[in-house]
């Protein structure tokens, strides 16, 4: 089982994607709400996985990849955004992300993405 750390501010993006997570081989093992807070969470938990979310307060999640890469080289990170932000695609890569999903999304676009990883 992959354990996974759901970063998003919005509390109802995090719950959605926990419950696409559940009875899979994803266990979500925490939540944060900024990337301040996703870096945090990264040291404390130590995930396999982690979905983030570009458009953040505090630290947005570009530069949070950068952050938790800068600890953990070898973390795994999936960036997801709103529909307008693909040209963000390249920053989210360059800064380390894995894989890139844009919301709204399907659960098995989700699962895809996430089992290449």
Do not use: C, W
Not at 58 to 86: C, F, T, W
Request: overall charge negative.
């Amino acid at each position: 089982m992959k354990r996974v750390l759901v970063v998003d501010d919005a509390m109802f993006m995090r719950y959605t994607i926990k419950k696409m997570l559940e009875n899979t081989d994803f266990d979500v093992i925490g939540e944060a709400d900024n990337g301040i807070n996703a870096l945090i969470q990264y040291k404390d938990l130590n995930p396999d996985i982690v979905t983030m979310d570009i458009t953040m307060p505090e630290i947005d999640g570009i530069q949070a990849v950068h952050l938790i890469r800068k600890y953990d080289p070898n973390a795994k990170v999936v960036m997801m955004s709103a529909m307008g932000q693909e040209s963000m695609v390249r920053d989210a890569i360059l800064a380390g992300a894995q894989g890139f999903l844009v919301k709204p999304f399907k659960q098995e676009d989700v699962l895809k993405t996430l089992n290449k990883l």
